[in-house]
């Protein structure tokens, strides 16, 4: 695996740039991270204010200086919509998990169809991962299709220890 970057690496597609959080971002992390209905598959503990935001941005920076995680925002015409996020990076590995959250009135449009396909591909070719697994909810049908459109399998045999209504699902290269 190969996490030997100069500068945080900004993604680009057609309509989209996947950049770094910073200080700026901080209002608009909490909206991501707080929102009942954007989190209303995950389980993990939601923001509740703005200096909750300001160390989870801190703790994903940190983390990237660690090389175990790259978190970026989704902008959409100049505008912060989503997140997308490899974490749990393992070298030994070669393995990493990906999370995603998009605004709700940007769903259903391709968006997150487009950040994945750039993120799945900046993983393998970039990072040399050769295992990408992605947890989400039982019911978040959105979700199942987006990554099964996207070639990931859904392994019924893998739990996930967290939260048992997750479903896992793996891409290899």
Not at 19 to 35: G, P, W
Not at 53 to 60: E, L, Q, R, V, Y
Request: hydrophobic share 40%.
């Amino acid at each position: 695996m190969s996490f030997n970057f100069t500068e945080y690496p900004i993604l680009k597609t057609e309509r989209l740039i996947l950049r770094k959080a910073t200080d700026l971002d901080i209002a608009v992390v909490l909206e991501l991270r707080s929102s009942e209905e954007i989190n209303k598959f995950v389980g993990t503990k939601r923001i509740q204010n703005l200096e909750e935001a300001s160390a989870f941005i801190n703790s994903c920076n940190s983390l990237y200086d660690q090389h175990k995680r790259i978190f970026w925002l989704i902008e959409f015409q100049n505008q912060v919509i989503g997140s997308i996020v490899l974490h749990n990076i393992s070298k030994v590995g070669a393995y990493a998990e990906i999370g995603y959250k998009l605004k709700p009135n940007f769903q259903q449009k391709g968006i997150m169809t487009e950040a994945l396909q750039k993120v799945i591909t900046f993983g393998f070719d970039k990072l040399a991962l050769t295992t990408i697994e992605a947890f989400t909810h039982k019911n978040n049908i959105a979700s199942i299709a987006l990554l099964e459109k996207n070639g990931f399998v859904f392994l019924p045999k893998r739990k996930c220890i967290t939260f048992n209504y997750n479903r896992i699902f793996k891409i290899r290269k």
